[in-house]
């Protein structure tokens, strides 16, 4: 009897360091497990998602000209636009407190995403990431680092950011960090000037 009472106190103990340990992992203090393909969506938008895919959580924007213009404008696979989800009258309630939403795709995939706040009023980065951090089951602000006026979250292949830019002014970024978007734009725009070099004859 005694024997299976310890047993039982046993398994208890290592159930709820097990548990402790897990939400320690999710919204504590430890490292980021998360992958590029387990990236949180925010307001239905995720990391790997195509143009077409992107604007179908945002209701109106596949009826804005100047935001398709935006987007068909091809800069050796990147492409580029900001959104405001408020200027259309199918998205104001999903999106309601942003005030806009910059998009950046590599060969028709979403690479990194920033949107902008306009409401609620944070005293601080660290309040906004906690609340970052408890809603997109993410470690805890102990774990996130300081970077250019921000503190962001490094995970498993993408990284989130947080910021700060007045009271009411604040922005969440999200990248993935397995492809280094500037510098993959910046060899394929080398090749036709290197070709024209190469041409050039004095």
Known sequence: MKKVLLIVVVFALVSTAAAQTSNTSASGTGECKLTLA????????RLGMSVDQV??????????????????????????????????????????????????????RLLSFQIRYGEPEWRSREQLVARVAEVLNLPGVGAWKEITNALA???DGFEISAQTFGPKDTGIGMKDTTVDFGKVVQDRAEVPKEKARRAFKP
């Open 38 to 45: 387990q990236a949180p969506a925010i307001r239905g938008i």
């Open 55 to 108: 604007l179908a959580q945002i209701p109106g924007s596949e009826a804005d000209s100047n935001l398709l213009a935006g987007l068909s404008r091809d800069y050796f696979g990147s492409r580029s636009a900001n959104v405001m989800p408020g200027s259309y009258v199918t998205s104001k309630e999903k999106f309601a407190g942003i005030n806009f939403i910059n998009l950046s795709f590599l060969d028709g």
């Open 153 to 155: 979250l490094a995970c």
